[in-house]
């Protein structure tokens, strides 16, 4: 029910894909916050979506008990897209907040041009539970990823996962750097660990072919079936020009902006001043 | 415009500031806009700034206050920097309210709900129950719950989505710029959402999951109106933030950094702020121990110059009172004011330091009562300077006596003054709540009051050199000073009288200069005698103009408080007489520059405390005011209103406590009331109705001004909103409240006539008087609630808000 969307979303990532290789890496890097939002708006589905709607029936009356939590994965995500994490991207599940769907390119080093989709779990006990899992839907071959499962160790980042300091857009990160500054102690993949050590030349072949392996499932259907997944498709100039147009020039803007709007935003201080009517000569913009 | 604005007589202030909101409100060349800011905010007449005289009006009766109280609203929906700046920012800069190790606090956001949490968790029981219980055995009910918040009720309620999918909708709404908004309650049947999110790259089908659960998951009572709240707290905050985006700085505690922010209250300021509430001074006390040296001595200097600014005020304050009658001689004593002010400055500073270690010992022996009961305690000390404790109490009562008079001038001139001997002066009256908030005391009274506490500059406006000296050693050689103080009482007696020669016409004059200033048992008893007559009076009057709906309504009002506060002073003796031992110094310790929110956040919290006495209206302004504060994205403002943990410094109020305080006063009212599940019930009911019945008629009728039209129809605050525009200008004020007694003259669901109906039979406008007090308290328990879904919500929203990027001007 959902191949329609995914179709789409698969358009959205190869564009971003695409374009990231296409074009210097910088460019990219400055509009990092614009692919999450797209992404976000790209939905369109027409998904059953009752089926969901049923295990929370449990109607805490006069708690507003959900919404913390919720907002608590919203305020989270929120600051993922704050922090503009280089060449990594994340969209939480359609079916659950608790799930995150994400992609992280790695542009330089021994996992150069790697594309790893991955998903993290968030405990549903959540800010106050464990630390939220990384699984890597193919197993990289690297010393902290589980060769079977894909699961990154993210505990050994996080041993206690702290509110207020923990945030799951450091996991995301570590996510990253893990692939830039290889990490060999208590392997999950002790195999890795040891090639690295004694033998780097073949462990950088063996970590091209996991890569290779990686990329050359890159267009396959997402391993879990859910509207808002990542998946990838062949670049399609008729679909995907017209997506990353729209991506370069968005601007956002308050959902409504009505007539009496215009007087808005005004301010006569000069940077660096605190005292009202400090700008006196450039006309304030209305 | 600046001396329209300050005409003497209230209608004349009243009128004049109307018509300033209509002008800002109605001005689109953004020059124009900037001329009229600039002189608010900095033209001066009288040695006040516009804006320092328009925030005292706040505190004042209730028709001044509401128009002052909708020209902030429409200076704050301007989202200006510089205005902001001045009445809030310019006093968070310096991050002293903080505490030191809180300051990185300042840009955290309510992640967790912590802080939403906490204000949900200040709706009062009282009114949980009301509203689970009545689900059950009113049919009628749900009425209040979804009708209220969205149309789509009759759909039949679904389970509730799950938490996580829900989720989804937000992000949807959040990247498609704020979501459908109102839409979806407004055409529930469809769900049809109103447009496509112009930002989003892909068009939006109706389809969308998000959507339709979004709409089903409204359909929860005691929750239903949470969701829509959210809403309207992002649709706030998004506005609000893309309107400041542009700002020079952001406020965020580094940039502009604490360090090199200039000291923040100017001394015109801190003199509004001073006169108008001591008790914030007062409940400075318990912080005044940890001072460092060189504030103490910026506390003198401020102290000085806001002495001297206060006796201007005092000045203008007996000018104000006397307005009618004594005009003239007010410019006259001015100037001699000012030449007096050196005098009385040199004895200031020593006694600033004695009382700063008087006051460390008091803190240290009672820090529970300055932090706990911290708005209450404080609030009333003033007062109770001037009526237990003796050796103090002489030079306050030298004031009362000054007051009483006017209290009785006053009455020849305003009817509705009548709660004024309750704050002035008899021993047995409520000061606190008077005191610290006052609504309905017409304006130069209330001002005239405040300044009570500041001795110096009280004494400084009386021509009298040899008094001078006696009254500035007054107050702190307490008791020792007996005849002295009883002698210089006694020419204030003179100064008084020969003021009141002046005066042309005093119909309430006969008799009141006897008795009084000899002894304070024959002054209080007096003031008794006074207070009895005032009540009497405004009674009368009151029945007299019953007819004009809007004057009668506000005189029932001022009855309304004068009953709850002679009421309420039994309950308070008690304390008084405990928190009076080490009051004595008090009036004497006002480091002006202890960490201070500014007047415009003392003055609304100041009013917001006493919530439960203000009229409806003024609770909605109210309300609105600072549901609009809170959606400035600016870390400082934000974290100061909706951080809950955020520990400030002792002596900054902060909005939680506020509410804490408001909470414990309904449901202390709730106790003392059986059937306040059913009042409000009713209230509930027609507040409904007023806002169905104000959306379907009013808006066609009346232009939208510069403020959105398109606020969620159907939820509460709504109807606030709707109000508010009512309110915006006075004929519309007007106009609502006749509407709104429509509906009472109507009777059917309304509260009005359910409270008249059974005491209009009976004999009484005692019972008159209760019935609106205890109109006010529902009403206020109704908003209450509200409100604090409002700030959780607000709370949340700010956590999960993107902040949109400067616009280059090219796209502008």
């Given at each position: 029910m959902s191949a329609n969307t995914s179709r789409k979303r698969t358009d959205e990532e190869q564009s971003g894909h695409v374009d990231q290789r296409a074009s210097p890496v910088r460019t990219h890097f400055g509009k990092k916050v614009l692919p999450p939002i797209p992404k976000n708006a790209t939905p369109i589905t027409k998904p059953a979506s009752m089926g969901s709607a049923a295990?929370?029936?449990?109607?805490?009356?006069?708690?507003?008990g959900p919404f913390y939590l919720e907002y608590a994965l919203l305020a989270e995500f929120t600051l993922v897209i704050k922090q503009k994490l280089p060449g990594i991207y994340v969209q939480p599940s359609y079916k659950s907040a608790l799930m995150w769907f994400g992609v992280i390119f790695i542009r330089?080093?021994?996992?150069?041009?790697g594309v790893f989709k991955f998903t993290v779990y968030i405990p549903?006990?959540?800010?106050?539970?464990e630390s939220p899992k990384l699984v890597f839907d193919i197993p990289v071959f690297?010393?902290?990823?589980?060769?079977?499962?894909?699961?990154?160790?993210v505990r050994r980042a996080f041993t206690k996962w702290r509110r207020n300091h923990n945030h799951i857009w450091q996991v995301l990160m570590y996510a990253r750097t893990v692939f830039y500054k290889i990490n060999t102690t208590e392997p999950l993949n002790p195999e890795a660990a040891v090639l690295y050590e004694k033998d780097v030349q073949l462990f950088k072949s063996k970590v091209v072919e996991s890569v290779k392996l990686c990329n050359s499932h890159l267009?396959?259907?997402?391993?879990?079936?859910?509207?808002y997944a990542i998946s990838f498709s062949p670049w399609n100039p008729a679909v995907h020009e017209e997506a990353k147009e729209r991506m370069f020039t968005f601007k956002r803007r308050p959902e409504e902006h009505h007539k009496?709007?215009?007087?808005?935003?005004?301010s006569w201080v000069k940077p660096?001043?605190?005292?009202?009517?400090?700008?006196?000569d450039s006309p304030p913009q209305s | 415009m600046g001396p329209a604005l300050h005409k003497s007589s209230v209608d004349e202030m009243i009128a004049s500031t109307a018509y300033l909101d209509l002008f800002l409100r109605s001005v689109t060349e953004t020059s124009l806009l900037k001329t009229f800011l600039r002189f608010i905010l900095l033209h001066r007449h009288d040695n006040d700034t516009i804006l320092d005289t328009l925030l005292t009006r706040i505190s004042s009766n209730s028709r001044l206050c509401m128009v002052s109280l909708s020209l902030f609203r429409t200076l704050l929906s301007l989202h200006c920097e510089d205005i902001m700046l001045q009445l809030v920012l310019r006093y968070l800069?310096?991050?002293?309210?903080?505490?030191l190790s809180q300051r990185?606090?300042?840009?955290?956001?309510d992640m967790y709900g912590k802080s939403a949490n906490k204000f949900l968790s200040l709706i009062p029981e009282c009114c949980r129950l009301n509203a689970a219980s009545s689900a059950d055995r009113?049919?009628?009910?749900p009425f209040w719950g979804k009708v209220l918040t969205n149309?789509?009720?009759?759909?039949?309620?679904?389970?509730?989505?799950?938490t996580p999918s829900r989720l989804s909708f937000f992000m949807w709404q959040q990247s498609s710029g704020g979501g459908s908004g109102g839409g979806g309650s407004s055409?529930?049947?469809?769900?049809?959402?109103?447009?496509?999110?112009?930002?989003?790259p892909h068009a939006l089908s109706p389809e969308s999951p998000m959507h339709q659960q979004h709409t089903h998951t409204d359909?929860?009572?005691?929750?239903?109106?949470y969701l829509e709240y959210l809403k309207d707290a992002r649709r706030g905050i998004e506005h609000c933030s893309w309107a400041c985006r542009?700002?020079?700085?952001?406020?965020?505690?580094e940039n502009p950094s604490p360090s090199t922010?200039?000291?923040?209250?100017p001394p015109p300021t801190s003199n509004a702020s001073m006169a108008m509430f001591p008790e914030h001074f007062a409940f400075q006390h318990g912080g005044s121990?940890?001072?460092?040296p060189a504030q103490q001595r910026a506390a003198a200097r401020s102290e000085w110059s806001s002495s001297d600014q206060d006796s201007g005020e005092w000045d203008v304050t007996i000018g104000k009172n006397n307005?009618?009658?004594l005009t003239p001689r007010s410019k006259k004593r001015t100037l001699q004011t000012e030449d007096l002010l050196?005098?009385?400055?040199p004895p200031l500073v020593p006694s600033l330091s004695a009382v700063s270690s008087l006051s460390t010992s008091l803190s240290s022996s009672s820090p529970s009562q300055h932090i706990s009961t911290s708005t209450i305690t404080v609030s009333y000390q003033p007062m109770y300077n001037g009526t237990i404790g003796q050796g103090d109490g002489c030079s306050d009562s030298r004031d009362r006596g000054l007051e009483v008079k006017k209290v009785k001038r006053d009455l020849g001139e305003?009817?509705?003054?009548?709660e004024n001997p309750n704050q002035n002066g008899?021993?047995?009256?409520?000061p606190s709540h008077n005191r610290a908030t006052?609504?309905?005391?017409?304006f130069s009274n209330r001002n005239s009051s405040e300044v009570k506490p500041l001795q110096f500059p009280t004494q400084v406006s009386v021509p009298d050199t040899k008094q001078l000296t006696n009254n500035t050693s007054g107050p702190y050689s307490t008791s020792s000073e007996l005849p002295e103080t009883t002698q210089s009482q006694q020419s204030v007696e003179r100064l008084i009288e020969e003021l009141l020669e002046q005066?042309?016409?005093?119909?309430?004059?006969?008799?009141?200069?006897?008795?009084?200033?000899?002894?304070i048992e024959a002054f209080t008893q007096e003031l008794r005698e006074l207070e009895d007559r005032v009540k009497e009076r405004s009674q009368a009057t009151c029945q007299l103009s019953a007819a004009d709906s809007l004057s009668a309504e506000q005189q029932e009002e001022e009855q309304l408080s004068t009953a709850l506060h002679s009421k309420l002073a039994g309950d308070v003796k008690a304390e008084e007489s405990e928190v009076g031992i080490?009051?004595?110094?008090?009036?004497?310790?006002?480091?002006?520059?202890?960490?201070y929110t500014g007047p415009f956040m003392v003055v609304l919290f100041a009013k917001l405390e006493n919530m439960l006495q203000n009229s409806l209206y003024v609770n909605i302004l109210l309300t609105g005011i600072v549901a609009q504060l809170a959606c400035y994205p600016q870390p400082l403002l934000r974290s100061f209103l909706l951080n809950t943990n955020m520990v400030f410094q002792p002596s900054v109020k902060s909005l939680i406590q506020v509410l804490g305080s408001v909470k414990n006063r309904i449901e202390a009212f709730a106790a003392s009331h059986e059937d306040f599940p059913a009042l409000l019930r009713k209230a509930q009911h027609y507040l409904v109705a007023r806002g169905k019945l104000d959306w379907t008629d009013i808006p066609a009728a009346v232009p939208p001004l510069?403020?959105?039209?398109?606020?969620?129809?159907?939820r509460k605050p709504s109807l606030g909103d709707l109000i508010l525009r009512h309110t915006n200008s006075p004929t519309r004020a007007r106009h609502a409240a006749q509407l709104a007694l429509a509906h009472v003259r109507d009777g059917g669901q309304s509260l009005h006539s359910a409270l008249f109906r059974g005491s209009s039979g009976s004999s009484g406008l005692e019972k008159q008087a209760e019935a609106l007090r205890v109109k006010n308290a529902v009403y206020c328990a109704v908003i209450f609630c509200e409100f604090l879904k409002e700030l959780a919500a607000m709370a949340q929203e700010h956590a999960v808000t993107l902040p949109f990027p400067q616009s280059q001007k090219a796209e502008e």
């Open positions: 295990h929370s029936a449990n109607g805490t009356h006069a708690s507003y330089h080093g021994l996992y150069q041009d549903d006990n959540y800010p106050d539970g690297h010393p902290l990823v589980d060769p079977v499962s894909g699961e990154l160790d267009f396959d259907q997402p391993k879990i079936d859910d509207p009496g709007t215009q007087v808005s935003g005004l660096g001043s605190t005292q009202p009517f400090s700008k006196e | 800069l310096p991050c002293t309210h903080v505490m990185r606090a300042i840009r955290e956001t009113d049919d009628d009910n149309p789509s009720t009759e759909a039949p309620a679904p389970p509730r989505p799950s055409n529930p049947a469809t769900v049809d959402p109103p447009h496509s999110g112009p930002s989003g359909c929860l009572e005691w929750d239903a109106g542009d700002w020079s700085a952001p406020y965020d505690g922010a200039p000291a923040p209250p121990s940890n001072t460092p307005c009618i009658s050196p005098k009385p400055v305003q009817q509705f003054l009548d008899s021993p047995i009256s409520y006052a609504p309905q005391s017409i005066a042309p016409d005093n119909p309430q004059l006969p008799g009141d200069a006897n008795g009084q200033g000899i002894s080490c009051s004595p110094a008090r009036p004497l310790n006002q480091p002006a520059s202890q960490p510069r403020r959105s039209d398109s606020l969620v129809k159907s």
